[in-house]
């Protein structure tokens, strides 16, 4: 029976390859020269500290260019509240948001049930979900249903088997 897999991942080298370039680039910027600008990447957040919220939506921008260039989702981004810092700096926290909620899990497999189509089932697992059908060509057509839906988090399609 043909199946393949819905996950949510980041690539996380073009991710850290993204942050080091925009952190390249806040170095050699006019408008950020004397700010002490900072933009550090851990395991499962990025962290923008700088002298003011305008500059950090400056900051925001710049790494978001860089994601896009890199072809990183947005949509991988949660961004946190913007934080009073020592000294009237601003700090924000964003998290990145790997793996599909069991509710995002549960819209994507109501979505496909929602579908036209005969035979195709679903089943959570973990933080994928995969999905089962009769043809291999009402599983592309899912696949295609998916790409042009928004469940507000990036899906990719792996494993696909006959």
């Known amino acids: 029976m043909p199946s393949f897999d819905v996950v949510s991942e980041i690539d996380m080298q073009e991710m850290r390859n993204a942050v080091d370039q925009a952190s390249r680039e806040i170095a050699n910027r006019f408008d950020f020269k004397g700010t002490d600008s900072s933009i550090e990447l851990t395991d499962k957040t990025i962290v923008l500290n700088t002298e003011s919220e305008q500059r950090l939506q400056a900051l925001t921008q710049v790494l978001e260019e860089k994601l896009v260039k890199r072809k990183v989702s947005l949509k991988t981004l949660d961004y946190g509240k913007v934080e009073e810092a020592t000294k009237g700096r601003a700090r924000q926290t964003i998290t990145l948001v790997m793996g599909i909620s069991d509710a995002k899990a ?22 994928q979900l995969r999905v089962n059908g009769k043809k291999r060509d009402d599983l592309q057509e899912v696949i295609a249903a998916l790409r042009e839906g928004d469940f507000g988090v990036p899906l990719q399609f792996t494993n696909f088997r006959d």
């Open 106 to 127: 549960k819209e994507i497999g109501k979505f496909i049930k929602e579908l036209p189509l005969k035979g195709i089932q679903h089943q959570i697992q973990g933080d």
